[in-house]
C-alpha cells in the first residue's frame, strides 16, 4: 500500500533529481505573463503619467486647457497647486492642477 507513495517520492529514474532546472521552468510562464504585461500595461501608462505632469508643470497664463470634466477655458492664473480658468466673460473658476486634462491648439475652436 505505502510503496507506490514511497516511490513517487523517490529520484528519478535515471538517479537525477529534478532539481532548479525544474523549478525554473514551472515559473517559466508566469515570469512571461509578467514581462507582457510590463511591455503592454505598466510601461505606457508611466509615460503617459510621466508626460502629464510635466505638462501640469508647464502650464503659464494664455494656456488653452480641457479639464477632466470636459469644461474648456484659458488659463488665468496658476498657483502652486490650483489653476483659475476663465470660461466665458466675466466667469472665471478655480480648481486643482490635477484636473487640467489636456492642452488644446488654437485650431480646434469651435
Not at 497647486?81 to 473658476?93: D, F, G, P, S, W
Amino acid at each position: 500500500m505505502f510503496d507506490s507513495v514511497a516511490w513517487a517520492m523517490g529520484p528519478q529514474p535515471g538517479g537525477q533529481p529534478g532539481g532548479g532546472q525544474g523549478l525554473i521552468m514551472s515559473f517559466l510562464p508566469l515570469i512571461i505573463i509578467f514581462a507582457i504585461f510590463y511591455f503592454l500595461l505598466i510601461r505606457p501608462q508611466q509615460k503617459r503619467a510621466k508626460e502629464h505632469r510635466q505638462m501640469i508643470e508647464s502650464l503659464k497664463k494664455g494656456d488653452k486647457v480641457i479639464t477632466s470634466g470636459g469644461i474648456y477655458g484659458v488659463v488665468d492664473s496658476v498657483g502652486e497647486r490650483t489653476v483659475t480658468l476663465k470660461i466665458a466673460e466675466n466667469v472665471k473658476i478655480k480648481l486643482g492642477k490635477a484636473y487640467i486634462a489636456a492642452l488644446r491648439s488654437s485650431a480646434e475652436e469651435d
